[in-house]
């Protein structure tokens, strides 16, 4: 059985830049939620997609967005990125929509300059 | 609303020593707790949750947690410490199994030999 994926593992950008994160949930999984982790905190939930929509959203503004494939498969897009961007993010995937049964990818290292 | 604050950002402890990280919780209705360990560069790994079953849960690797609600508390525990638990921990809550995880800050555990 194939675990979470995230790609790629490190990124660097410019402030003003736009990003696209992508994670392929575990098999049989059919929900993801991404979380961004600075420096030294926990990881802050930015939101969930169960079956192709948007399942909840954590204290992100609009330009942090987020699409599930059919395949259940996942992308986090950041638009006008900022120097505070700079973060691990982490995607985790679930066999159904809720948050106790998670299993995390090992996160894709974003730096903006 | 939930949080969680995890008392001490680095814990050392001898190997073979007691392990005991604390966690204390809010929250305005019964929580749902998780330990989460993180390995360098790696993703988070579900060691323990509470769920409203038994107060005292055991985990993967030998680490145990018990739930206390008069002390509003969640700590973790290992009898004896080795080297390959030097590691970030994370306490989490949530308010109900589709209720968003609130991570703490975490705690970076060291093990001296």
């Known amino acids: 059985e194939t675990g979470v994926t995230q790609s790629p593992t490190h990124l660097i950008k410019t402030r003003g830049q736009q990003v696209t994160l992508r994670c392929s949930s575990q098999?049989?999984?059919?929900?993801v939620s991404w979380y961004q982790q600075a420096l030294g905190q926990g990881p802050q939930f930015i939101f969930q997609y169960y079956r192709e929509e948007e399942n909840g959203r954590g204290n992100f503004p609009p330009r942090f967005s987020g699409l599930q494939f059919p395949n259940y498969s996942s992308e986090l897009n950041v638009n006008a990125l900022e120097l505070d961007d700079s973060a691990l993010y982490l995607c985790a995937s679930s066999r159904t929509s809720g948050y106790n049964e998670q299993f995390f990818g090992p996160g894709t290292r974003l730096t903006v300059l | 609303a939930q949080s969680v604050t995890q008392l001490g950002s680095h814990v050392s402890v001898s190997e073979g020593a007691l392990v005991l990280l604390r966690c204390n919780y809010s929250s305005s209705v019964p929580p749902y707790l998780f330990w989460y360990v993180q390995y360098p560069n790696q993703g988070l790994q579900l060691l323990l949750k509470?769920?409203?079953?038994?107060?005292l849960v055991k985990g993967i690797n030998g680490f145990e947690a018990e739930f206390k609600k008069s002390e509003t508390s969640f700590h973790l525990t290992k009898p004896s410490a080795h080297m390959s638990d030097a590691a970030e921990y994370f306490c989490?809550?949530?308010?109900?199994?589709?209720?968003?995880?609130?991570f703490g800050k975490g705690t970076r555990l060291h093990i001296l030999p």
């Open positions: 098999s049989g999984h059919n929900t």
């Open positions: 989490a809550v949530s308010g109900n199994r589709d209720d968003k995880i609130i």
């Open positions: 509470y769920t409203s079953a038994a107060t």
